[in-house]
């Protein structure tokens, strides 16, 4: 990305989440927020799989890792949120470094699958470790960063402290593209025989791109944990862990832009149904039979058909269908 | 410069290179004929640690290269140009170029100099150079692909059908950049197809078959030879 583009979206990102931020209200604005901080997480995904090209089907699993630390941390050992955040980021980054050596053997779909192993594993450590993590009853009264800086307007101090990190998230994301390690990925990604003939260590850079985008993950996963009070092992399961890759592919792989935009639209996406479904049954045009209840609860298969829509009508995602209605603008 | 003894390779169970010993010496320019499926490539594969050998040795300016990894055979200055080209599609011409000197930018040696150096030797590139890579013609790719290797300081450059998919005019200028490359003293090992143009090119060859040296020589006596001719050439002697 260009220099002047990097700030286009920059300003442009935080202009958005702030406007919105002040005439969102209530449920809206939770809900924006999560789609702020989950945007956090697919930037991660974003080095991982946008970038260095490995399908990676366990983001979640990892941002789960550090919203465990974090909230485990602070609950039951007492730490203060300013000495556990840091923890549960470095402990995250450190669990992707040892899981990486193992895992970034495989490629391909063998990668894939493992991930999804990785994931399933970690979920089953939350549901299964009752003293540590409560189990399927999840960690409760987690202390609200919020309230830590202001107690008066606690949901618009946390959209803009999530708006923060997601605006410094952005930035370390461009810099990271244009630097050597950003051309090695890409690199690796297009061509890992070329890639290691032209002299790049196709290992390190993998390993750099795993443990690079889990700390992303970690940051999405202390901020979500610190922002809700209360996880549980369903936060953080394999589900979600697609939904991110969805989103990217929403979005467009390898597009900044195009993966927060792609990670708002598709977490509001659930509420824009249930809008849709709730007017349906208000004009009477549907007795709150199937269509409704597709819309409704079955939000997933909402997701797999837009999906599938994407991938066949606009492989490049939201922002190559952007860059393509702007060189035809220019074009005429 | 560089020497192979005995070099086998296998893939499986089917033996790719059979005891293939060769030596290219300082600042020679050699080439590689044969038929394809010959183990050419597999040949350059092993040179560059891309297959590792089942027996034999690969010794470049005395030091035995067994267990270097490949990229660390790059910082020695053993660059090898693959079959196909092989371009970053999606990053630029300049980007592709950068990230092939990964070894000196280690080390924290400024890279603007070699930069400099292969668009003023491949001009074309420097026209090109903010283009993504996968929207460059053929014969632009391969000068790609050897403005790349020539990032890495090549000490020897190991080609691997360079002419490839070209038309006669850009293959010749692909041949004549690589003479000019070997004029500096660069040690070329040279894979290639069209016989005639890397004999002109080379001063030895050898000829693959089915693994094994079937034949080596000075390039002229190789043109005139009537087997070489047969089998590469189009027929008899004219």
């Keep these: ?332 | 410069m560089l020497e192979l003894s005995a070099l086998t390779v296998r893939y499986g169970l089917v033996e790719a290179v059979n005891g293939v010993s060769l030596t290219v010496a300082e600042g020679e320019t050699v080439a590689l004929l044969g038929a394809n499926g010959a183990g050419k490539t597999t040949l350059l594969r092993a040179i560059s640690g891309l297959v590792k050998l089942v027996d034999g040795t690969i010794t470049m300016a005395g030091d035995d290269l067994a267990g270097v990894a490949v990229e660390k055979r790059v910082r020695r200055g053993l660059v090898h140009v693959p079959e196909r080209r092989r371009i970053f599609g999606g990053l630029t011409v300049e980007e592709n170029l950068a990230v092939a000197a990964s070894a000196w930018r280690r080390f924290g040696q400024p890279i603007e100099n070699d930069l400099e150096k292969v668009y003023a030797f491949l001009p074309r590139l420097a026209e090109r150079r903010s283009q993504r890579g996968w929207s460059l013609s053929g014969g632009e790719q391969q000068m790609l692909a050897i403005g790349r290797a020539l990032m890495a300081r090549p000490k020897v450059l190991l080609l691997d059908e360079p002419s490839l998919g070209l038309a006669p005019a850009i293959a010749d200028e692909v041949f004549g950049r690589i003479r000019a490359i070997a004029a500096e003293g660069v040690t070329v090992l040279v894979v290639e197809q069209n016989t005639v143009l890397a004999l002109s090119t080379a001063a030895r060859g050898y000829v693959l078959e089915n693994g094994c040296i079937a034949l080596e020589g000075e390039s002229q006596a190789l043109l005139k030879d009537p087997k070489v001719r047969e089998a590469y050439l189009g027929g008899a002697a004219a």
């Excluded at chain 1, 927020?33 to 366990?58: D, E, K, S, V, W």
């Excluded at chain 1, 994931?119 to 450590?125: A, D, T």
């Excluded at chain 1, 922002?319 to 074009?331: F, N, P, Q, V, Y």
Aim: proline share 3%; with cysteine.
């Design chain 1, 1 to 332: 990305m260009t220099r002047r583009g990097t700030w286009i979206l920059l300003i442009g990102v935080g202009v958005l989440a702030l406007a919105a931020g002040l005439i969102l209200e209530g449920y809206s604005l939770r809900v924006l927020t999560l789609g702020l901080i989950a945007a956090l997480a697919l930037l991660g995904l974003n080095l991982i799989f946008g970038y260095c090209g490995l399908i990676h089907l366990g983001q979640a699993g990892f941002v789960g890792i550090g919203a465990y630390t974090s909230a485990i941390l602070t609950t039951k050992a007492g730490w203060p949120m300013v000495v556990s955040i840091p923890t549960a980021v470095a402990v995250t980054a450190l669990a992707a470094g040892l899981i990486s050596v193992p895992l970034l053997r495989l490629k391909g779909h063998y990668l894939a699958l493992a991930t999804v192993g990785v994931n399933v594993v970690l979920e089953l450590v939350a549901k299964n470790w009752v003293e540590l993590t409560n189990g399927y009853n999840g960690i409760a009264g987690i202390p609200r960063l919020a309230e830590a800086v202001s107690d008066s307007t606690p949901e618009r101090t946390f959209l803009f402290i999530a708006t923060v990190t997601l605006l410094l998230g952005i930035g370390l994301s461009a810099r990271l593209r244009d630097s050597h390690l950003g051309r090695a990925m890409i690199a690796v990604r297009d061509d890992e025989t070329a890639a290691m003939v032209a002299g790049v260590n196709v290992v390190r850079v993998r390993v750099t791109a795993f443990v690079l985008g889990a700390v992303f993950a970690a940051v999405s996963g202390v901020l979500f944990a610190h922002y809700t009070g209360f996880i549980s092992p369903t936060d953080f399961g394999v589900p979600i862990s697609i939904l991110y890759l969805v989103m990217i592919i929403v979005g467009g792989e390898a597009s900044i832009g195009g993966v927060v935009a792609g990670a708002v639209i598709m977490t509001f996406l659930p509420e824009l149904l249930r809008d849709a479904a709730e007017r349906l049954v208000a004009i009477g045009l549907s007795d709150g039979g199937l269509i409704v209840r597709l819309l409704d609860e079955g939000y997933l298969a909402v997701y797999g058909l837009i999906t599938l829509l994407v991938l066949v009508f606009m492989p490049k995602g939201l922002a190559g269908l952007i860059h393509r209605l702007s060189t035809k603008a220019e074009a005429t």
